[in-house]
Structure formats: C-alpha cells, structure tokens
Nanobody, 116 residues
C-alpha cells in the first residue's frame, strides 16, 4: 500500500503561480495530477513516468510543468499563468505495475483557488 501526501495548494490571483508537491511512501511507476472542479468530473492534468516521459492536458500545456524526483518518490506540479478556470481540488495519483497487477493510489486532494 502506497500513501500519498500532497502539499502546496492555496489561493492565488490570476496570472500567479503555485507549486504542488506529492510524496509517495514507496516506489511507483507513473505519477500524476488530476483536478476536479465543483460539479465536474475528475480529469487529467499531467502525468510523468519514471523515465521522465510526460503527458499534459491541452488546457495546461505551456503553463504547467510536471517533474519528479525518483530518489524521493516525489512528484511536483509547477503551475504558472494561473487562470480562474484552474480552480479545483487537485489530486495526486500514483500507479504501481506489479506482477500481481496494476495498483492505483490517490492523495487526499489539495484546493487550488485562482481569483480574478
């Protein structure tokens, strides 16, 4: 069982920046961030694998950067040029691919609020 601990959310004005961090208690394969705005479904923000390969939602490309420190089992999300529509709860996700199957883990979520 892998536990994820997130930090870094908060309130920021439009155009500002925030950095989210998520520390995993064990080794994982793919790590990423998802967001869920009020009344909407959870959706992908960005993912990164152990080799550094990344995937971004179109809405955040060129504004957000995902990175990870494999030695610390930690993933980061640098969010720049934030917009009010980025307001959501951001969830860290980690996937482990083991011989017994694929396992998904979720953090508790951290609120990001962007004021106009």
């Amino acid at each position: 069982q892998v536990q994820l601990v997130e930090s870094g959310g908060g309130l920021v004005q439009a155009g500002g920046s925030l950095r989210l961090s998520c520390a995993a208690s064990g080794r994982t394969n793919v790590m990423g961030w998802y967001c869920q705005a009020a009344g909407k479904q959870r959706e992908l923000v960005a993912t990164i694998n152990t080799g550094g390969g990344t995937n971004y939602a179109d809405s955040v490309k060129s504004r957000f950067t995902i990175s990870r420190d494999n030695a610390k089992n930690t993933v980061y999300l640098q969010m720049n040029s934030l917009k009010p529509e980025d307001t959501a709860v951001y969830y860290c996700n980690a996937q482990s691919f083991l011989a017994s199957g694929r396992y998904d883990y979720w953090g508790q979520g951290t609120q990001v609020t962007v004021s106009s």
